[in-house]
């Protein structure tokens, strides 16, 4: 059976098609991937904040490590409520997300056996490294959808991750404040693009 070969134009068409369904697929009602991070990983920010804050015991930290939970619950709903159409476009940004979640994971274990070989280790790096993480995520979801908005929101969150990156080489000590820089970051790069992604979603689907 002969192939039959696509035009140019016919490509671009099917690839703009390809990026539209993705856009559709990533409506808040199908599972907004940006908007429950965004709104999850700012409200434990301030939760946090207020906690450590308030209480003066650092132990409270430790519910940073709720965003694995949080992780692993999103990863059962994705499998639980699986869309239907899945474009190459959905899986590249599926693919490059599960890279990403790796790399969190992959800190996280190597942080805990150098704590073991050191006898210590400070885990408050591991903010700056996820705002790092996560906004080469954003980009390059950015990229696939052909979103500037997308692609350039993690500017603040890298900025951030640099400052306290560089407070790291300094010496300066670690503040409380940085809870609130981190969430700030995630309330720009994933919330605000977010609800842009829905609203072009919705525009779409009510042109269709």
Same mark, same amino acid.
């Given at each position: 059976?002969?192939?039959?070969?696509?035009?140019?134009?016919?490509?671009?068409?099917?690839?703009?098609?390809?990026?539209?369904?993705?856009?559709?697929?990533?409506?808040?009602?199908?599972?907004?991937?940006?908007?429950?991070?965004?709104?999850?990983?700012?409200?434990?920010?301030?939760?946090?904040?207020?906690? !450590?804050?308030? &209480? %003066?015991?650092?132990?409270? =930290?430790?519910?940073?490590?709720?965003?694995? #939970?949080?992780? *692993?619950?999103?990863?059962?709903?994705?499998?639980?409520?699986?869309?239907?159409?899945?474009?190459?476009?959905?899986?590249?940004?599926?693919?490059?997300?599960?890279?990403?979640?790796?790399?969190?994971?992959?800190?996280?274990?190597?942080?805990?056996?150098?704590?073991?070989?050191?006898?210590?280790?400070?885990?408050?790096?591991?903010?700056?490294?996820?705002?790092?993480?996560?906004?080469?995520? !954003?980009?390059? &979801? %950015?990229?696939?959808?052909? =979103?500037?908005?997308?692609?350039?929101?993690? #500017?603040?969150? *890298?900025?951030?991750?640099?400052?306290?990156?560089?407070?790291?080489?300094?010496?300066?000590?670690?503040?409380?404040?940085?809870?609130?820089?981190?969430?700030?970051?995630?309330?720009?790069?994933?919330?605000?693009?977010?609800?842009?992604?829905?609203?072009?979603?919705?525009?779409?689907?009510?042109?269709?």
């Amino acid at each position: 059976m002969e192939e039959k070969r696509l035009s140019e134009k016919e490509s671009l068409e099917l690839i703009s098609r390809m990026i539209q369904t993705t856009r559709e697929n990533m409506q808040v009602g199908s599972g907004n991937q940006f908007l429950y991070w965004g709104y999850f990983t700012a409200a434990l920010s301030v939760i946090l904040f207020m906690l !450590v804050y308030y &209480t %003066g015991d650092s132990r409270w =930290s430790l519910g940073w490590f709720g965003m694995f #939970l949080f992780w *692993f619950y999103m990863r059962w709903m994705e499998r639980k409520n699986e869309s239907a159409v899945i474009t190459y476009a959905d899986r590249a940004i599926m693919q490059v997300w599960l890279v990403i979640g790796s790399l969190f994971i992959l800190t996280v274990l190597v942080m805990f056996a150098l704590s073991f070989y050191y006898g210590g280790v400070d885990f408050s790096l591991m903010l700056p490294l996820s705002l790092l993480y996560a906004g080469i995520g !954003v980009s390059i &979801t %950015g990229v696939i959808l052909r =979103s500037r908005l997308v692609t350039w929101s993690p #500017l603040v969150a *890298f900025c951030f991750a640099i400052y306290m990156l560089m407070a790291f080489t300094i010496h300066r000590a670690v503040t409380i404040d940085w809870y609130l820089y981190f969430g700030l970051s995630f309330v720009v790069m994933m919330i605000v693009p977010g609800h842009y992604i829905n609203r072009k979603a919705k525009e779409s689907c009510s042109k269709n």
